[in-house]
């Protein structure tokens, strides 16, 4: 029996630095070895591990030979609810569902992007996934630290061409100028210092910019036509170690990414329309992607949808959903955990009616009142000062910190997390069950046997999980097969079963006859990829 320690504590006193994950991981498997192995699906591009936790019974069987759902979090840089959504889910997989476990793997890599994450975390900067800064631009500004407080704000700084005015309500915000607005005027840049600035007005902001929920295979495309895209599909090291370790685990049948946005379960497609998908997938979809809406209280956005009302459908190419869906064959969904507006109280249909510069501007006053009524404010929010920028002169800097602001509020996270929770097990205890039934052995004289089974999937899931995925090679069919024993020998024309796919709730019968000297007459080999391997010896 495992020395049973007490579970370790997720905190929610701030969002978490690399090395705290990485204890928190290793604590949770000093824990539970039973129940969890630390690994890592590669290194990123600074030296940080990608942390796999696989987290299953060990004692039921090899990780691979079971249905798997996998969790990824934080592939965008300020996305840091994700590690915390990703921690609290293998924390509670471990405190209370060993039964689920004994027929399940979790594989949960909180930290997919660890570089831009502790880029966020020590500095407040602001980064999609990674920018390029093996080359610096002229006349590009890159994002530091110049007045020494230990935080990458913003610089407002006075300009008659600048575009935006302060609040007259509140001078704490920058609105937009109109054609009847009193200046000053001001223009608003990251804080940081110019390369090679030649003193005109042709700022550039920080380099080549990558979002790596752009560079998956299906449907990518280059830049600029899809901005952020990499240089070919995969390019960007840390997803080529994503892609591998997918496409290395054929026992994959549902797949949740955290991320953090106006509040949303999100669903494919992520191009294109409802009618590119599968009808009779697109139902099924549709019935799971309620089932976290009833479980988070998110509303349910297919991704091309997930924009304000007065703009065009999305089309992301490159995107995880088509990726999913298209390239994988399976049920895929991404939760947008919700940014600091949310946990004001101003919900993701109101962000997204708010089109007019007076609406958005109105969301603004509530977030800052809001603001201001919390005990740790200035975690939201750095007041403005004075500061003599080396290359811009006078500036101030201050303003909102991207971090907390992009995210929901720690004193919410738990809360949001455990209701994500519920949804992964509600969608996990669907996962194709593929097993062997009904063995019966009977003698049919002179050392002859006949071995009849029922292979049978118990899971509520096909093993080819959606409609599309039977189509693909990467999901495989239910395999059966004999293995003979030393001493003995097939008569059956042949050993092995592919059984195709199987639907939810049926099964099939095989059956084989042998002659043998011996006791053991071999074992039957169960290959059902989403639905599990299985071995089961055979004697007499």
Same mark, same amino acid.
């Given at each position: 029996?495992?020395?049973?320690?007490?579970?370790?504590?997720?905190?929610?006193?701030?969002?978490? @630095?690399?090395?705290?994950?990485?204890?928190?991981?290793?604590?949770?498997?000093?824990?539970?070895?039973?129940?969890? @192995?630390?690994?890592?699906?590669?290194?990123?591009?600074?030296?940080?591990?990608?942390?796999?936790?696989?987290?299953?019974?060990?004692?039921?069987?090899?990780?691979?030979?079971?249905?798997?759902?996998?969790?990824?979090?934080?592939?965008?840089?300020?996305?840091?609810?994700?590690?915390?959504?990703?921690?609290?889910?293998?924390?509670?997989?471990?405190?209370?569902?060993?039964?689920?476990?004994?027929?399940?793997?979790?594989?949960?890599?909180?930290?997919?992007?660890?570089?831009?994450?502790?880029?966020?975390?020590?500095?407040?900067?602001?980064?999609?996934?990674?920018?390029?800064?093996?080359?610096?631009?002229?006349?590009?500004?890159?994002?530091?630290?110049?007045?020494?407080?230990?935080?990458?704000?913003?610089?407002?700084?006075?300009?008659?061409?600048?575009?935006?005015?302060?609040?007259?309500?509140?001078?704490?915000?920058?609105?937009?100028?109109?054609?009847?607005?009193?200046?000053?005027?001001? @223009?608003?840049?990251?804080?940081?210092?110019?390369?090679?600035?030649?003193?005109?007005?042709?700022?550039?902001?920080?380099?080549?910019?990558?979002?790596?929920?752009?560079?998956?295979?299906?449907?990518?495309?280059?830049?600029?036509?899809?901005?952020?895209?990499?240089?070919?599909?995969?390019?960007?090291?840390?997803?080529?170690?994503?892609?591998?370790?997918?496409?290395?685990?054929?026992?994959?049948?549902?797949?949740?990414?955290?991320?953090?946005?106006?509040?949303?379960?999100?669903?494919?497609?992520?191009?294109?329309?409802?009618?590119?998908?599968?009808?009779?997938?697109?139902?099924?979809?549709?019935?799971?992607?309620?089932?976290?809406?009833?479980?988070?209280?998110?509303?349910?956005?297919?991704?091309?949808?997930?924009?304000?009302?007065?703009?065009?459908?999305?089309?992301?190419?490159?995107?995880?959903?088509?990726?999913?869906?298209?390239?994988?064959?399976?049920?895929?969904?991404?939760?947008?955990?919700?940014?600091?507006?949310?946990?004001?109280?101003?919900?993701?249909?109101?962000?997204?009616?708010?089109? @007019?510069?007076?609406?958005?501007?109105?969301?603004?006053?509530?977030?800052?009142?809001?603001?201001?009524?919390?005990?740790?404010?200035?975690?939201?929010?750095?007041?403005?000062?004075?500061?003599?920028?080396?290359?811009?002169?006078?500036?101030?800097?201050?303003?909102?910190?991207?971090?907390?602001?992009?995210?929901?509020?720690?004193?919410?996270?738990?809360?949001?997390?455990?209701?994500?929770?519920?949804?992964?097990?509600?969608?996990?205890?669907?996962?194709?069950?593929?097993?062997?039934?009904?063995?019966?052995?009977?003698?049919?004289?002179?050392?002859?046997?006949?071995?009849?089974?029922?292979?049978?999937?118990?899971?509520?899931?096909?093993?080819?999980?959606?409609?599309?995925?039977?189509?693909?090679?990467?999901?495989?069919?239910?395999?059966?097969?004999?293995?003979?024993?030393?001493?003995?020998?097939?008569?059956?024309?042949?050993?092995?079963?592919?059984?195709?796919?199987?639907?939810?709730?049926?099964?099939?019968?095989?059956?084989?006859?042998?002659?043998?000297?011996?006791?053991?007459?071999?074992?039957?080999?169960?290959?059902?990829?989403?639905?599990?391997?299985?071995?089961?010896?055979?004697?007499?």
């Amino acid at each position: 029996m495992p020395n049973l320690k007490k579970i370790p504590n997720l905190s929610y006193d701030s969002f978490m @630095k690399f090395e705290e994950v990485t204890n928190f991981l290793y604590s949770l498997v000093e824990t539970r070895p039973d129940l969890c @192995k630390l690994g890592s699906i590669g290194t990123s591009r600074e030296g940080r591990k990608l942390h796999l936790l696989t987290v299953t019974d060990f004692k039921s069987g090899k990780p691979e030979d079971k249905p798997a759902y996998l969790i990824h979090g934080n592939i965008h840089s300020n996305e840091l609810a994700g590690t915390h959504a990703s921690l609290y889910t293998a924390m509670r997989l471990v405190k209370e569902e060993p039964e689920l476990l004994k027929r399940i793997t979790f594989y949960i890599i909180p930290r997919l992007n660890p570089d831009g994450a502790e880029f966020a975390v020590t500095t407040q900067g602001r980064v999609r996934s990674r920018i390029d800064k093996s080359i610096r631009l002229t006349n590009n500004l890159y994002q530091q630290d110049i007045d020494g407080n230990g935080m990458i704000l913003s610089m407002r700084r006075e300009h008659p061409d600048g575009a935006l005015i302060k609040d007259p309500k509140d001078d704490r915000l920058m609105i937009r100028r109109k054609f009847n607005s009193k200046g000053p005027f001001y @223009k608003v840049y990251p804080e940081g210092i110019i390369h090679n600035w030649d003193g005109s007005e042709n700022i550039k902001i920080g380099g080549r910019s990558f979002d790596w929920n752009r560079n998956w295979s299906y449907d990518w495309r280059p830049e600029p036509e899809q901005s952020g895209s990499g240089d070919f599909p995969f390019s960007e090291l840390e997803m080529k170690c994503i892609a591998e370790f997918i496409h290395s685990r054929k026992n994959i049948f549902g797949i949740l990414g955290y991320h953090t946005g106006p509040e949303a379960v999100l669903r494919p497609p992520s191009t294109g329309s409802d009618s590119d998908i599968n009808e009779e997938d697109l139902i099924m979809m549709e019935e799971l992607a309620q089932i976290g809406s009833k479980e988070t209280g998110f509303p349910v956005i297919p991704v091309i949808k997930y924009h304000k009302v007065n703009r065009r459908d999305n089309n992301l190419r490159g995107h995880f959903h088509n990726f999913g869906y298209h390239h994988l064959g399976l049920f895929v969904f991404e939760f947008e955990l919700g940014v600091l507006t949310n946990s004001a109280g101003i919900s993701t249909e109101e962000q997204f009616k708010a089109v @007019k510069e007076e609406d958005i501007v109105e969301i603004s006053r509530k977030l800052a009142k809001w603001i201001d009524t919390q005990k740790n404010k200035e975690e939201f929010f750095v007041n403005w000062k004075r500061f003599v920028h080396p290359q811009l002169g006078e500036v101030e800097i201050g303003g909102l910190r991207s971090t907390y602001v992009g995210n929901p509020s720690l004193s919410k996270l738990e809360e949001i997390s455990k209701r994500t929770y519920s949804f992964t097990i509600k969608h996990s205890e669907m996962h194709p069950n593929v097993l062997i039934e009904e063995i019966k052995t009977e003698s049919v004289g002179d050392g002859i046997y006949r071995i009849r089974a029922a292979v049978r999937n118990n899971g509520a899931l096909p093993t080819n999980i959606t409609n599309k995925g039977k189509s693909l090679k990467r999901l495989q069919t239910v395999q059966v097969e004999f293995v003979l024993s030393e001493k003995s020998k097939l008569l059956s024309l042949t050993s092995f079963y592919d059984l195709g796919h199987l639907p939810g709730i049926s099964g099939n019968k095989v059956e084989w006859f042998v002659s043998s000297k011996g006791k053991r007459l071999g074992s039957i080999l169960l290959k059902a990829g989403t639905g599990g391997n299985q071995k089961y010896e055979i004697t007499v």
